[in-house]
């Protein structure tokens, strides 16, 4: 089984930036969609970026221009930097290989 694992979520102004980070367990070339949710409280999970094997991304409307997600097959890790956070960016973001989920890292923007 692949392990995921999230870091570099906190509390942040709004403004702001974090980078988030997702480390696995295994090689990145065996997966076709990588990707970015979250979810926030009382709210379905959501679709934040996705990443194809060629690295071409597709964003959610709400963080289009303002989120970019990438990664780093020598490091099996994928990033997602979020810039000019809003309050309504709060939640906790997974990250997704195939079939496998990341255990959530909180990220919490004040206004």
């Known amino acids: 089984q692949v392990q995921l694992v999230e870091s570099g979520g906190g509390l942040v102004q709004a403004g702001g930036s974090l980078r988030l980070s997702c480390t696995a367990s295994?090689?990145?070339?065996?997966?076709?969609?990588i990707a970015w949710y979250r979810q926030a409280p009382g709210k379905k999970r959501e679709l934040v970026a996705r990443i194809d094997w060629s690295g071409g991304a597709y964003y959610a409307e709400s963080v289009k221009g303002r989120f970019t997600a990438s990664k780093d097959n020598a490091k099996n890790t994928v990033y997602l930097q979020m810039n000019t956070l809003k309050p309504e960016d709060t939640a906790i973001y997974y990250c997704t290989m195939g079939t496998n989920w990341g255990q959530g890292t909180q990220v919490t923007v004040s206004s």
């Open positions: 295994t090689k990145l070339y065996g997966f076709y969609n």
